[in-house]
């Protein structure tokens, strides 16, 4: 009776019922192989999921750019009438720059507190939330010129900031909690497939011929209403995280009837058997907040690994591409007005990876497609090193410009663009899994304004060798990943655990895996006792 009074206070649910006991016995014999292919249940929650969650961040950071000289015309004019003088240059520039970068700092606010409400409110209920922010954030910024209020413009990005780091936490925390493991990747990539769609309807919707002219402006900062608005019609129809509701509320019968709209009611035992083995293992373990990961033995090199890839995906040099872009389609003869337009072309190849990396990801596997990405993108800061440098000599050499940029591009998308927020998922149980999402955000969004920082600085100091620092960087986060992290696909996460044990624990790896392995031992005794 040990192992069975150990189990249930453990899972903190109710004892299993004698028809749940006879659902489970097939899995303890043995099981049919998995589906190939994701329910539609699966693949709408997915998408209403990245409606409001990171197709936000990816909207947000691209609109800001078409109305640039029209917030700097509101910006004099509002000045003027206030004040009645005319803003000063200098004072001019440091507006713009606070609502281009109040963003990153909402976005470092969100991130902060991602993790928490995620636990709080539950996965749906933080995104549900989050989108009372975007909402008052959209009509900050679309009231600040009638107004004549520029602060309220500032506000409204800051709180925006706060929506897309919230975004960008709970998203991927919650897609990878449901998805079944041989699917995970794949469908945990719906993460970048929103976030590379916000940034090209975000291209699309700033054209001049649409919201980007003078008239419309509000119109367009204020638009991030409608995902916002979508999102809370359509999310809560779908259902909770159901590792979230049996491993953290303890609810049981909510987790069986997620579970079955999820996967199906032949498919739904096997992630039960999951869920209850990593419940089980976590033994009654409360979400750790972020600086118990710091001191937790157990999670080092996979703390490590996310900070070094969160790093690494911030520095990998896709901001100098984009800033270099122009300069290039420039030299290749593209007519200045036309810009705007072959650029969508960037969003498109953005768009296009994510989905290639989705389809491929289950298949290929996390290692070689970010191994190969980040060694590709190697190659491609190397030629454009050269091009750059040459790019008077020969005809030619803009062409090849051109072409290294959407190469890189291309690699970046399929690599670190798409399997980072995956791996952060695939790398932590669920107790620390929420406090490692805080982490990364933490990180990223710190990665994100530094570079913003600097990088005018690093480009007008080495102009176009600042690509040598960024493909050394490629090439070292590279050989990190190749030398430290396991391949996840189709692992549970507790498989993946159990591989970083030698790298944590050392010579004290064989204890903590007899341990697991007798724990493990004690949940297979009582579910055959169950049955």
Known sequence: MAPRHTFIKFCKGNLIRPMLRMEHQPLVRGSSSPCKLPSWTLLLTVCAIGIGGTFQYGYNVSIINAPTQHIHKFLNETWSSRYQKELNPDLLTFLWSVIASIFSLGGLCGALIGGSMAIRLGRKGALLMNNLIAILASILMGISFPTGLFELLIAGRFLIGINSGVGLCVQPLYIGEFAPKHLRGGLAMGTSIFLTGGILTGQIIGLRELLGGEKHWPLLLSSSCIPALAQLLFLPWFPESPRYLLIDRGDELSCLKALKRFHGSSEYRREMEDIQRECFALDG???????????????????ITVIVMTIGQQLSGINAIYFYAIYVFEQAGILAEKIPYVTLGTGVCECLTALSCGLLIDYVGR??????????????CTVLTFSLTYQELYSWMPYLSMACVFAFILSFGLGPGGITNTLTAELFVQSSRPAAYMIAGTVSWISFFTVGMLFPFIVNGLKQYCFVVFLLECFFVAAFIFLIIPETKNKSFLEIKKEFHKLNFGRNARKKETELYERRQLQDEFLKNSA
Not at 372 to 380: D, E
């Open 367 to 380: 290692r070689c497609l970010i191994i190969g990405g980040y060694l590709l993108m190697t190659l491609w």
């Open 285 to 303: 373990e409360k979400p750790k907040k972020p600086w118990q990961l710091f001191t937790d033995r157990g999670v080092r090199w996979q703390l």
